[in-house]
């Protein structure tokens, strides 16, 4: 089973522009990102996939591998999706391109879902882990997630879910962190297929999968991702550092 790890990289950001190309300890945080992968000696090779002449001249420079997308993109999948559709490849891995301190646990457990799927049963997996704090779970920034009982994604959303209308029923929250692993064949079918209201709406890419019938087993984590969204956050990850 051949698995390679894809850090796409825009350049532009909503919030923060220009984010991946800050100073964090003398290099930028894209290329930390890109190193960090590299260290956990997981893939069989490691890409930055991206549409800026900048994000790519500073990875080939210090020696890494990068793509330059040939489309204009909405998500990071159909970046990647282009990037890999050529390649012989099993099992991609999307890994955030503002999350330097990537930690290796949490991909060993995507990885092992593959490994252990000898009937297919799963298209994706992905991360969550349980916050507590009533400003995370109702912050529309921390991206929230339903599972059934065997671990699969029901929904996603930016909003509370589940509401709590009953408060001492033993429910806990979950935040998705943004690492995916794909199959090869549901990236392309992703890639190929238009997006719906769902995706639309909430402006999170997985809701595609979920609304084409694709299925996402999730693996609880102990490590919450530690992503830079803000100047705030480049602030704590400097002190972090």
């Not at 991909?107 to 009533?134: G, H, P, T, W, Y």
């Not at 929230?144 to 029901?154: E, T």
Request: aromatic content about 8%; proline content about 3%.
């Amino acid at each position: 089973m051949k698995i390679i790890a894809v850090i796409p990289a825009r350049y532009a950001s909503t919030r923060f522009p220009a984010k991946l190309m800050q100073d964090l300890g003398d290099k930028t945080v894209i290329l930390r990102t890109y190193e960090a992968a590299m260290e956990t000696k997981l893939f069989d090779d490691v890409f930055v996939v991206t549409d800026s002449d900048l994000i790519y001249n500073e990875i080939v420079s210090n020696g890494g591998k990068a793509i330059m997308s040939i489309k204009e993109h909405e998500s990071g999948s159909d970046r990647i999706a282009e990037a890999v559709e050529n390649m012989d490849v099993d099992i991609v891995i999307n890994v955030q391109g503002d999350e330097p301190f990537i930690n290796k646990k949490p991909l060993e457990q995507v990885i092992e879902i593959f490994r252990n799927d000898a009937d297919k049963k799963v298209d994706l997996a992905s991360l969550m882990f349980e916050i507590k704090d009533k400003s995370e779970i109702e912050n529309p920034n921390s991206v929230k997630v339903i599972v059934d009982q065997q671990g699969f994604a029901l929904y996603f959303s930016r909003s509370v879910i589940p509401y709590p209308r009953e408060e001492n029923v033993g429910v806990r929250y979950m935040k998705h962190i943004g690492i995916y692993a794909f199959r090869k064949e549901a990236l392309m079918d992703f890639y190929r297929l238009p997006m719906l209201s769902l995706e639309a709406s909430e402006k999170l890419e997985q809701l595609r999968y979920l609304e084409y019938g694709k299925r996402i087993r999730m693996v609880e984590t102990d490590h919450g991702s530690i992503g830079i969204d803000t100047l705030e956050d480049l602030q704590k990850a400097r002190k972090l550092l």
